[in-house]
């Protein structure tokens, strides 16, 4: 088989298309924030924003699957009469961070319009969404909680509850507590927050004891770059001692013989699961044993068979639970889909660290994860397509070419970040992290250019420029394009190797070899026959006139098709272009393509 090719038996031809929404930022509709502005002063956005009307128009993208991201109570500087504020050290910004969980059985009480009412008014919203034909994911955290963790609605479930504190590791803690001569000076607990407003660098709950941070450390005194604000949970399992959690109980095993924390997180799931939530995007999964991830998905399953469990996981990262692959262990673990940050990464290489549409080549390969990788080219973590200090500050248009490649190369799930389809910048400093191209997640605000789409609750876009009503046309058309046959089901085999020695393959002055800016592959589905062929330019300036592309005689076997006979291709996204070519050429002298725009791609429907 070709290194650059993959292709896999079809286990269904449902491909989940994920919309990221924040209910904080998606209806907030206040237009005038104040840096690091409270609650009253920036306004937040309510479940009952997230309407009918909108949830319409998102459906008519072709958006199959809601990931309602930060909806879990979290620590935060808004006080209400049931909920006092955490104080300021043991928060990342004014909202605080959602992935700082202070009640795993709670919603924030910031997104209701009667905060005692609020989980009331989460299930309305679960109802709405599933009355579209929705399904709605919401955030596990299952690595760490914040340190103010303390559920009012499960009180007997709280973490933390009956833990021996005199030991660092224990079975069946739900912490990992700090012993005196750990690194730090001792107690009291020293948080690197000194001199900040509000602040005093200490935790009053932590004075005589202290805990491990979400991010592995040892410390009585953690640094501003930790995870300071979180405290890791504990699965049984040591971490100091390495990656081996051969130890830990088995996917069958009964309730009484798994560790405490397996119980409580088995418990939470099953929660959401009882209140209508379809699924779960994990964050970062990659830091739990997978013996735990077995176990959990297994009974999860076993409530609701079609529950939706997707990882962002890294495996890069030293902390990671496991010596395999841990994108491929999660994967055989039960989860539907991991993150493809790699891919990710090097498209974003291209603009911003030298990279070529080549190196996409290194990441092709046989096997499950291939077509089971979530992709994306925006999400809160990461920088937006249109913010002028990254993706070589081409603006909102770079999506195209980024996103018809991602979206088109395997038949995982696919992520479109709310604003990315009307090209929200995340311009300038809004709070906590400054300006740094992205849209605060840990403050109050809103953004300025969904609010143009949500033109005072009509969500019919009439106050976007021509240029954002274009782009999220494109948007929508791509998605109907990779629901086809050939994307949701089909093989894939990757042309840039066999283009590289081609110098018609939008070759520029300066490169030896072709494949810097052009990407091509193509999807082909055997059960319906359906093909397509995907380019890309992806030169932010240049218009790439005259380029042939060269298809190799294994790739037409792919296809199910001889080198006899005319070819014909047709453009199923926005320049109508068709083209047709005699078989017996496509080998050396290649099919002629249209001149191609700075950052445009094709879908080729080829017949």
Same mark, same amino acid.
């Given at each position: 088989?070709?290194? +650059?090719?993959? !292709? +896999? ?18 209806? =907030?509709?206040?237009? /005038? ?85 609020? +989980? ?20 596990? @955290? ?18 933390? $509850? ?6 660092? %590791? ?41 805990? $491990? ?50 119980? /409580? ?14 699924? %779960? ?22 409530? !609701? ?10 495996? =890069? ?17 039960? %989860? ?29 390969? /046989? ?68 300006? =740094? ?86 999807? !082909?589905?055997? @059960? ?40 014909? %291709?047709?453009?199923?996204? @926005? ?24 950052? /445009? ?7």
């Amino acid at each position: 088989m070709s290194p +650059l090719r993959s !292709h +896999l038996p079809a286990a269904d031809r449902v491909r989940p298309l994920i919309y990221q929404l924040m209910p904080r930022s998606f209806g =907030n509709t206040r237009e /005038t924030p104040v840096v690091n502005g409270s609650l009253a002063e920036n306004g937040c956005g309510k479940f009952s924003d997230i309407s009918t009307a909108a949830l319409s128009a998102i459906r008519e993208l072709g958006i199959t699957h809601l990931w309602l991201t930060g909806v879990l109570e979290q620590a935060s500087g808004t006080a209400y009469p049931d909920r006092p504020a955490d104080v300021a050290d043991i928060l990342k910004g004014v909202a605080g961070s959602p992935y700082a969980i202070r009640d795993y059985f709670d919603v924030s009480p910031d997104y209701a319009q009667d905060p005692p009412r609020r +989980l009331a008014e989460f299930v309305e919203l679960l109802e709405r969404c599933h009355a579209q034909g929705l399904r709605v994911l919401i955030d596990l @955290v299952p690595n760490h909680v914040a340190r103010s963790y303390d559920s009012d609605v499960c009180p007997e479930l709280s973490f933390g $509850v009956g833990d021996d504190r005199r030991a660092f %590791f224990a079975r069946d803690n739900h912490f990992y507590y700090l012993q005196a001569g750990d690194p730090g000076g001792g107690p009291p607990l020293k948080l690197p927050t000194v001199g900040q407003p509000g602040c005093s660098g200490g935790y009053a709950p932590e004075r005589e004891y202290g805990r $491990v941070t979400g991010n592995n450390v040892i410390s009585w005194a953690p640094g501003p770059s930790d995870w300071y604000e979180t405290v890791k949970l504990n699965y049984g399992h040591d971490f100091t001692t390495g990656r081996d959690t051969s130890h830990l109980p088995g996917p069958d095993a009964a309730l009484a013989a798994v560790p405490k924390t397996w119980r /409580t997180m088995d418990q939470i799931v099953a929660y959401w699961q009882g209140l209508g939530v379809d699924g %779960f995007r994990v964050d970062m999964a990659h830091l739990v044993p997978m013996p735990f991830w077995r176990w959990l998905v297994k009974r999860a399953r076993e409530r !609701h068979t079609g529950v939706f469990f997707c990882s962002e996981a890294y495996d =890069n990262d030293p902390a990671k639970l496991t010596d395999g692959q841990v994108l491929d262990e999660l994967l055989e673990a039960g %989860f539907d889909a991991v993150y493809d940050d790699p891919a990710y990464d090097v498209l974003e290489g291209i603009y911003d660290a030298g990279k070529w549409a080549n190196d996409l080549d290194h990441l092709i390969f /046989t096997g499950e994860r291939f077509h089971k990788s979530l992709r994306y080219a925006e999400n809160h973590d990461e920088v937006r397509l249109a913010n002028p200090q990254v993706w070589g500050g081409l603006g909102m248009q770079v999506g195209k070419s980024v996103c018809a490649v991602l979206f088109g190369l395997g038949r995982g799930p696919l992520m479109i970040y709310q604003g990315q389809e009307v090209g929200e910048p995340a311009l300038g400093v809004k709070g906590y992290c400054g300006d =740094n191209a992205r849209s605060s997640i840990f403050d109050y605000g809103s953004l300025p250019e969904l609010l143009k789409w949500v033109n005072g609750g009509q969500f019919d876009g009439a106050s976007l420029s021509p240029e954002q009503k274009g782009l999220r046309a494109w948007y929508a058309k791509l998605l109907g394009v990779i629901q086809q046959p050939a994307f949701i089901a089909g093989g894939f085999y990757g042309l840039n190797f066999a283009n590289r020695d081609n110098p018609h393959f939008g070759r520029l002055d300066g490169d030896s070899v072709s494949g810097h800016w052009l990407y091509a592959f193509l999807r !082909h589905d055997a @059960v319906t026959g359906q093909a397509f062929l995907v380019v890309a330019n992806f030169h932010g300036s240049a218009t790439l006139c005259q380029a042939r592309l060269r298809i190799p005689l294994d790739a037409m076997e792919m296809l199910s098709r001889a080198a006899v006979g005319s070819w014909t %291709f047709a453009d199923r996204l @926005v320049s109508g272009w068709t083209g047709k070519v005699a078989g017996a050429e496509l080998e050396c002298e290649g099919l002629g393509l249209p001149d191609m725009s700075p950052c /445009t791609a094709l879908m080729l429907e080829i017949g």
